[in-house]
């Protein structure tokens, strides 16, 4: 390099960090960065020494994803290319966060009229219009086919409500274990663990109850009876395979990867898996496998973010969404695999939802965050043959659009067989295929079970410890005196904590916040602001308080550590004083 002999130096995210004492010794002529939605955190490391200590004439951000969760990561992206234009995160906010207020959950939005939010929406554009330029694969790729995405609805097993209230009621689990009898045998014991982490429990009781399960599980149709969403699954699964289609399934969770593996090989279908502790041959190489000519391998089973990027997976055609992520773009980034260059058929993608609050709320933040990007991105219209009459109709859609799903309630109905085969069927032969696949399945499941088999396993046929660790008595027997009473307090005191008040556990459910997710944050660089993080911690302290009683520990608790945390903010955030000689 000391020679300058090269026109371009391609390098990674890292050596940008490592071999800065180098690297930022020359005047670029351009620094481009490819994915660019890195920066999306100004204060991230990446992104303070790209943009504060490498000079250049011009820069330029490569990203599909421009906006993921807030304003102000667009605005951290507009600040690496023009620090001085787009100095202050807070004007920014404060000139355009208005109209998108309502997705935050200030309301402030309410009080604008439609033709306000379109004015200052409109402005915003005006503002990004300089310095973005959007293609979209429709523009570059005509031949490309379609894209569906549908939301398929299931309900939770008799097993998973048991669970889901539970944890919810008082903020433990009971778990099947075992003990050492006076005969030095093992016998059933149930142990009450607490969780630490309510909202990420009661996720993992939507995908399945299995994952609680220490002792192991048995290998047999339980794994399909005792969750909703596997349920749903196994009347998918068989249809797409005779059919002769290919899948790509992804999860959040590599612990629920194993139970999906144990219910594939129940089930005889041929996989691949992919997850974070997939070397990069291993990657390629089982990319290979899978895209070969007259492969075997019917499902690839991925994690959305270590399986989201740098595969091209277009040999499937059908994407199975098993649990969404809170940032849609990683979904996006994941369906992508399948819908893209070399794709020769529609792709459709299913994710898999259960009737669960929790998993309402997901999809719910992930559907305002995608309304937003659609208003500030799409709406914008930023390519060169745009017109002002085609972005303000747009823009207008999409605002009306917005009313007419705020209004319209939304009945979350479960799917049934028929409604099923006719969104996955592509032709009449193969609805009529899927019909014929559910009619011989009822018919062996009816010679073999009875006739009253229910496929989706009722309360009533949950395993009998369960049924025992729910009872009123047996949680008496193993959990302490003090918090029985303390549980008891709670759910007299809170009304939240009763699932007939639907009402308040929304609220709650709404407003949630601990320690895993500000962690899980920080990791992913969210917070572009020591401001954003200190709203994080004041909300959870908030919340602490405002739901247990002023004389309990947690309320004490969470004023201490409120308190520490103020301090420990403010002490980083005030300016290092220079050592003088």
């Not at 068989?238 to 594939?264: C, I, N, W």
């Not at 193969?430 to 989706?456: C, M, P, S, V």
């Amino acid at each position: 390099m000391a020679s300058m002999q090269f026109n371009v130096l391609l390098t990674t995210y890292e050596y940008i960090m490592k071999d800065k004492h180098v690297l930022r010794k020359y005047d670029w002529q351009y620094i481009i960065v490819d994915e660019g939605h890195r920066m999306k955190n100004a204060q991230s490391k990446f992104a303070m020494t790209l943009g504060s200590l490498y000079t250049s004439r011009n820069r330029l951000l490569l990203t599909g994803t421009p906006l993921q969760n807030s304003l102000p990561e667009l605005w951290s992206l507009l600040n690496f290319l023009l620090p001085t234009i787009f100095e202050s995160v807070d004007n920014f906010e404060q000139w355009f966060s208005k109209p998108f207020s309502h997705f935050t959950g200030t309301g402030e939005s309410n009080e604008l009229t439609d033709e306000e939010r379109m004015l200052i929406i409109h402005r915003l554009h005006q503002v990004l219009r300089p310095f973005l330029l959007r293609r979209v694969k429709s523009s570059v790729l005509d031949q490309l086919p379609d894209k569906v995405e549908r939301v398929l609805r299931c309900e939770l097993s008799g097993w998973q409500k048991i669970m889901y209230r539970r944890i919810q009621e008082g903020g433990s689990l009971l778990m099947e274990g075992t003990q050492d009898g006076d005969d030095a045998k093992k016998t059933t014991a149930f142990t009450a663990k607490g969780l630490s982490n309510i909202l990420m429990q009661l996720r993992k009781v939507c995908n399945h109850p299995y994952l609680f399960q220490t002792q192991g599980y048995p290998i047999d149709f339980d794994i399909v009876r005792s969750a909703g969403k596997f349920e749903l699954l196994d009347r998918m699964l068989p249809k797409l395979h005779a059919a002769g289609h290919r899948v790509l399934m992804f999860s959040q969770m590599t612990q629920l990867m194993h139970v999906l593996e144990d219910y594939f090989n129940y089930r005889g279908f041929r996989y691949l898996r992919l997850d974070g502790s997939t070397s990069a041959d291993e990657r390629e190489q089982r990319m290979f496998m899978f895209n070969a000519p007259d492969s075997p391998y019917f499902i690839f089973l991925l994690s959305t973010r270590a399986g989201g990027l740098g595969l091209n997976l277009a040999t499937a055609d059908t994407v199975v969404i098993f649990d969404s992520d809170w940032n849609p773009a990683m979904d996006a980034q994941a369906q992508d695999r399948a819908h893209r260059i070399g794709q020769k058929n529609e792709v459709r993608v299913f994710r898999l939802i259960t009737n669960s609050p929790i998993e309402e709320k997901i999809l719910s933040r992930a559907t305002e965050k995608l309304n937003m990007n659609n208003l500030v991105v799409e709406a914008g219209k930023f390519h060169a043959k745009s017109k002002e009459s085609d972005r303000r109709a747009m823009l207008e859609s999409l605002i009306k659009m917005e009313n007419d799903e705020a209004t319209e309630a939304d009945e979350a109905l479960v799917i049934d067989n028929d409604e099923l085969n006719s969104i996955m069927a592509l032709t009449p032969s193969e609805e009529k295929l899927y019909q014929q696949i559910d009619h011989d399945r009822a018919t062996r499941e009816r010679h073999q079970y009875g006739a009253h088999f229910n496929r989706l396993m009722h309360t009533s046929d949950v395993p009998a410890w369960l049924k025992e660790a729910d009872a009123a008595e047996s949680l008496k027997e193993h959990v302490d005196p003090d918090t029985l009473a303390e549980l008891k307090r709670k759910r007299k005191d809170v009304s939240y904590r009763d699932m007939s008040e639907a009402q308040d556990y929304y609220n709650i459910v709404q407003h949630a916040m601990d320690l895993q997710t500000i962690e899980d944050r920080i990791e992913s660089d969210e917070y572009t602001s020591f401001a954003m993080l200190e709203r994080d911690f004041k909300l959870m302290f908030d919340n602490a308080q405002l739901y247990n009683h002023r004389d309990s520990l947690v309320y004490h608790d969470a004023a201490e550590m409120a308190k520490v945390v103020k301090s420990r903010l403010n002490a980083y955030k005030k300016p290092k004083k220079k050592k003088t000689s």
